[in-house]
Every structure is written in C-alpha cells, then in structure tokens.
C-alpha cells in the first residue's frame, strides 16, 4: 500500500494528528476562502467580535489579551505496522515509512478554544502550521504563520483536503463505546482505557461513475478522569480526533465520544477500508497510528495563543495548497529549491522551463 493511500485512510477516519505527517506523497488542494481585507468594525455584533470583509471572520477580541486556565500537551505520534521484518519486499515501503514516522504536534486547549502547532519538519504541511478551533462555529481554521493567512473550513471540507481527491459524501455512522481493563501511565498520568468502533459508508463522484465503500475505526483510548482537567478541556480534545465527523450526521459519534471519554492523552487508531471498486474483495487493513503525550501542563495560556482566527492574520484568497516549503509554492518558488550535492544519474535530464519559448527557447543539456 503506498504511503499516500496510508495518510488519506487514516485522515478520512478522523485521524487528525497524522495531518502534518505525510511526507511522501503530495495531497491535492481544498477548499478555502476568503479575502485578503482587513476586518471592519461593525455595528450589532456578538461581544467581543468585530465584523470581518467579505468571506474573512470577525476578529476574535475576546481573546486578543490576557491568559486563559488551560492545558500545554506535547504529542508524539508513531506508525505501527507489526511483522513488517517478516514481510515480503513489497513492505519496503511501509518499513521505510515505520522508521520515519515519528511526527512532532503541540496541542493547547481551554474551554472554548483548542489550537494544534504542526511540528514536523519537511512534511508537506509546513512546521509552524496551526490548525484552531472555536465549537462555537463548527469550523477549523488552518493558519499560515508565514504568510499570515489563514483558511476556513468544515470538518469534512479539511478531510477532503487531504484526501486530495474529489469530495467524499460521509453517511450511516455507527459508534460503540466500551470501558476497557488495561490502566497505563502517560506523561506521568495514570489513565484508563476504553475501546471505540466507529463506522460509516461513503459515496464519491469520479469518472467512471459513483464509486461507494465502508470505513471502520478501531479506537483505543487512554484518558484521565483526574478533576483538574475540566470536561470542556476533553471536550475540546475529541473535537480534534473527531474531525470528518463533525457535521449533521456524524455529531452523534463525537456526542457519544464526549460522554463516555475524559480528558484523552493516548489514542491508537486502526482503519479498515472497504469497497472503493478496488481490484481486492478483501477489506484494506492500514497500520496502527499511536498518539502518545510526552508531556502534560495545565497552566496559564496566553488567550492570543487561542484567538480564532489569529491576530493580524487575513483571510486566503483561493483554496489552500501543500508543498513542501509553502502552501502556495509556484514554480519559481520549487525552481529555488537546491539540489542535493553528487553527480546526477546518467539518465538525468534538466528541468524543462514552461516558459522557455517566451524567453528565447530553453536550455539544452543531459
């Protein structure tokens, strides 16, 4: 299975902290919006907003000082494939992408504002990324703090994002939740275990007509019921595991997570994909991804930190794209990217400029 078809499974499941991991395949673009316009100040807002230009939010000014009660959680996620030493040589590739597969987040949350920093250096989703969440809007806000833009989206709207294909229609979700034996201690917090199996049916549009299938994911869950982490704190956590799931249909999986699971600080995730119009009858195992917290704070937070969307920030013009290096990397960006040091294989060719005609004719070279 190619690591590309690895990162879509387990995205397409919820499995949001995988989001700045995925090296080695490009995703394709999304959906965004916006407008590059500094926010107005209006008349007959919501205290402590101010109403935004055209497509763009309101600035968040209930958060723009001070400091908010919250948590600090460093995060470390690994891919876990078992018997891969065993495996045929068709598993190179999963071997290569389990040895390189430890990927960096920092999460800070509160009870009303979640924030993730992407931490993984050369992946296609720049380190530095942020990805904030206010529930009161239903929506994620994906940040650039280069370009200090940002880009608004849904939930399935982000999970179709990295599955750089067409739009997936999620439907007939299912969700058990079971209290587990097992005790374990994570960051220096002893937490208990629980046991999810969530499931839904999903539709897309392609060329060769309407295709169909059926995700599961097997979620294990260690969490804490440790009085100084406040509900709405756990709350906040499961709002960023359960990412595709968060519209009409598939609020009943992340209300029923929210009333069985405390504050979580491990999750293993394995997704098992049927249908598609693949070739294979059988459904597609993928590799467990474990999210384990390394360390665990409750503190002051700067509010700044939380603000959706951040300050000073504007929103995207167009839709948000990966690169390695930018989102927004053109072909005068990717033309500036140094070439490794060493002769090059003998059947290596130069890059073609598109452009050359207008400039006289390109380069030739071998």
């Known amino acids: 299975m190619r690591m590309r078809r690895l990162c879509v499974v387990f995205v397409a499941a919820g499995a949001l902290m995988l989001l700045g991991g995925c090296k080695k395949k490009k995703p394709g673009g999304g959906t965004g919006t916006g407008t590059t316009a500094a926010p107005k100040k209006g008349t007959g807002d919501a205290p402590g907003t101010t109403k935004p230009a055209a497509g763009g939010l309101p600035a968040d000014t209930a958060y723009a000082s001070g400091n908010t009660k919250g948590v600090a959680m460093a995060l470390e996620m690994k891919l876990e494939v078992p018997g891969l030493d065993k495996g045929p040589k068709g598993g190179d590739d999963l071997k290569a992408a389990q040895a390189g597969s430890v990927f960096k987040q920092a999460m800070h949350v ?7 920093v ?17 529930p009161s809007k239903k929506k994620y806000v994906l940040a650039d703090p280069g370009k200090k833009k940002y880009w608004v989206m849904t939930g399935s709207e982000l999970g179709n994002l990295l599955e750089g294909g067409p739009g997936m229609t999620r439907m007939n979700y299912k969700i058990e939740v079971t209290d587990g034996k097992a005790k374990e201690t ?8 629980s046991k999810a199996k969530l499931s839904f049916d999903w539709k897309v549009k392609a060329k060769g007509g309407e295709k169909t299938g059926k995700i599961t994911v097997n979620l294990d869950i260690w969490h804490t019921a440790d009085k100084k982490f406040k509900a709405e704190w756990g709350d906040m956590m499961i709002d960023f595991l359960t990412v595709p799931f968060q519209d009409a249909d598939g609020q009943k999986v992340v209300d029923e997570l929210k009333k069985k699971i405390n504050f979580p600080v491990k999750w293993a995730m394995e997704v098992i994909s049927e249908g598609g119009g693949g070739k294979s009858k059988e459904p597609a195992k993928a590799p467990k991804m474990v999210t384990t917290a390394t360390s665990v704070e409750v503190k002051d937070l700067p509010k700044a930190d939380l603000a959706y969307p951040p300050a000073g920030y504007a929103a995207a013009e167009g839709p948000y794209q990966f ?44």
């Open 118 to 134: 992407f931490q993984t250096k050369d992946s296609y989703i720049p380190e530095g990324t942020e990805l904030r969440y206010d």
């Open 323 to 366: 690169g390695k290096g930018g989102q927004t990397a053109d072909k005068d960006v990717l033309g500036k990217i140094p070439a490794k040091k060493g002769k090059p294989p003998k059947d290596h060719k130069p890059p073609v400029d598109p452009d050359a005609d207008k400039k006289g004719g390109a380069k030739k070279g071998g």
């Open 186 to 193: 994570v960051a220096g917090i002893e937490a208990a275990l």
């Open 110 to 116: 509160d009870d009303k504002r979640g924030r993730m």
